[in-house]
């Protein structure tokens, strides 16, 4: 079993459109996170949420919007998709916050 | 400030040790990680050590960390063609409400 899916595993969209990522854990986890990796691999936080509060809004524009309608998932809605959209979107999840995370495989992004 | 700062490319062959050095600012993290990452994949938790440990070893791997320099190593005994990968080095950022701060990841080639 998967412990954190996330879906799609590609996504190609043009610029300006809506699209959304969703993520699932099986741990029983208490947080979760979206991390963006940009093409140089840089990996950096975008949000955190705690049993459904958030937790970490690390800067990001208000384009992007997470939503966790329980514990065990956090999706993730981008509007007026831009170019520099375009990375990979990893969600994670841990007991606790910034203890052993585990991450899913990745969503590609790809804004044209 | 947040700086975690790691070499980007080691090249070893196979059978050698591999040695992944890492510099991080906060003195107060609780933990810190080394994550591994495949090429298409998310990332893997390795290993992680406690702030009040010098040293941590798990099979082939060794964890080594110097608090007073602020430097973390990650030793990887026996390399295999297998172990080549980005390995990322990570502290906990206790008092930004546990967030990660990631290194830019070390490519490690190993040749046969």
């Known amino acids: 079993d998967t412990a954190v899916s996330q879906t799609p595993k590609y996504l190609v969209t043009q610029m300006g459109n809506d699209k959304s990522i969703k993520c699932e854990q099986n741990?029983?986890?208490?947080?979760m996170y979206w991390y963006k990796q940009d093409s140089k691999k840089f990996l950096k936080i975008m949000f955190s949420y705690n049993n459904k509060e958030l937790i970490i809004n690390e800067t990001v524009p208000n384009r992007f919007s997470p939503k966790s309608p329980d514990k065990a998932h956090l999706n993730l809605h981008i509007n007026s998709l831009e170019l520099g959209d375009s990375a990979v979107y990893f969600c994670a999840s841990s007991q606790n916050l910034g203890e052993k995370l585990f991450f899913g495989s990745g969503t590609q992004l790809s804004v044209l | 400030g947040e700086d975690v700062e790691q070499s980007l490319f080691l090249s070893v062959r196979e059978g050698d040790s591999s040695v992944i050095n890492c510099t991080y600012t906060?003195?107060?993290?609780?933990?810190l990680y080394w994550y591994k990452q495949e090429p298409g994949a998310g990332l893997q938790l390795l290993t992680y050590?406690?702030?009040?440990?010098d040293m941590k070893q798990d099979q082939r791997l060794t964890v080594l960390l110097n608090k007073k320099d602020k430097h973390l190593s990650l030793r990887i005994a026996d390399t295999q063609t297998g172990d080549s990968a980005i390995y990322f080095c990570?502290?906990?950022?206790?008092?930004?409400?546990?967030?990660?701060?990631f290194g830019q990841g070390t490519e490690l080639s190993v040749k046969p």
């Open positions: 741990l029983g986890h208490d947080t």
């Open positions: 906060d003195s107060s993290s609780t933990y």
């Open positions: 990570a502290e906990s950022m206790d008092n930004q409400g546990g967030k990660l701060i």
């Open positions: 050590i406690f702030s009040n440990m």
